[in-house]
């Protein structure tokens, strides 16, 4: 069975005329009629009869006209699929990261809607990436632009070229199991006094290390051992098994989470929004507005799920 004859025979199921059917189609009675009989005789079995009413299906036609109508929608539906995918591919999209550890799913939701509001055929693409994947992604090309940390640029150094902008204060906490035996609502910094500071080891072997130590003593303790881990998982898992606390911020995932508990310090870090300053994209122009000026970076935690 060819498309043309599904055609053909679905149309004369609907109009039970082989004129009607040929007018529709702009073609000759014939010509119908000619591909009516392929069909015939490619299943063997007579798929209409003649009535008062017109063309009317025979048993063997209604098993024909169900497989016409299966296949008519998958065509439909592949054609479909294949539109939307012209139109993605098409779509401006823009590409931003974050720094790994910061799922911010309110701020991101809010972004997307703010941003298609504005431009509503764009897309925007969101990466988690640690640091140094987050820079050299930047340089690269293969992001737009990203949000850090504005003490990142002494951590890791920015390339060459990238433009900066604060878009957020972000409030520093301790990060610490639950089953703390000194939990609230009386918890003060100095009860971490005996606990290990938790340090990502790639952090650990820069200057950046006294940063979270200089935190401490701020305020009014220094940290009696200090335990890198390789990574944020490992970091936040030790936390959670009340091996040690870690120093971060209002945005970590795990602050929701039934294992952990957090402190607020009282001390705050800016959150920057960098790109590269040869990127003139219009939509890039766009994030850089609403990131400055309509998205709220600090929704009440307490309210967070």
């Known amino acids: 069975m060819t498309d043309l ?7 004369l199921v609907k109009t039970k005329s082989i004129t009607r059917c040929a ?12 591909q009516i009989s392929l069909l015939e005789k490619e299943f063997g079995a007579p798929l209409f009869i003649r009535s008062p009413r017109g063309m009317e299906l025979t048993a063997e036609g209604g098993i024909v006209y169900n497989c016409c109508l ?11 699929r294949l539109r939307r995918l012209q139109t993605d591919a098409q779509a401006p999209t823009l590409r931003l990261g974050l720094r790994e550890g910061w799922p911010l799913p309110r701020q991101m939701f ?23 994947e987050g820079l050299a992604s930047l340089e690269s090309g293969k992001l737009d632009a990203f949000i850090c940390l504005g003490g990142d640029r002494e951590l890791q150094g920015f390339p060459e070229g990238v433009t900066s902008h604060t878009i957020a204060q972000l409030e520093r906490v301790f990060l610490f199991s639950a089953l703390h035996p000194a939990e609230h609502p009386l918890l003060s910094p100095a009860d971490f006094s005996v606990l290990p500071l938790l340090c990502l080891a790639e952090v650990y072997q820069t200057h950046a290390q006294f940063d979270n130590i200089m935190c401490c003593n701020s305020l009014g303790f220094t940290p009696s051992v200090v335990i890198p881990k390789d990574s944020m998982d490992d970091a936040l898992l030790s936390a959670a098994m009340g091996d040690g606390f870690f120093i971060g911020d209002r945005w970590l995932y795990p602050l929701w989470a039934p294992a952990f508990s957090f402190l607020p310090l009282g001390i705050f870090h800016t959150v920057q929004l960098i ?6 994209s219009p939509l890039l122009e766009r994030l850089i507005y609403l990131c400055t000026h309509e998205v709220n970076w600090n929704p009440d935690i307490e309210s967070a799920p």
């Open 5 to 11: 004859q599904c055609k053909y025979f679905l149309n």
């Open 23 to 34: 007018q529709e189609y702009f073609v000759s009675p014939p010509a119908v009629s000619q």
């Open 70 to 80: 299966s296949r008519q929608a998958a065509l439909d539906n592949a054609m479909q």
């Open 110 to 132: 809010q972004l997307r809607s703010l941003l298609q509001r504005v431009a509503p055929h764009s897309r925007l693409d969101i990466h988690s990436l640690p640091l140094s």
């Open 275 to 280: 790109w590269m300053d040869t990127n003139h």
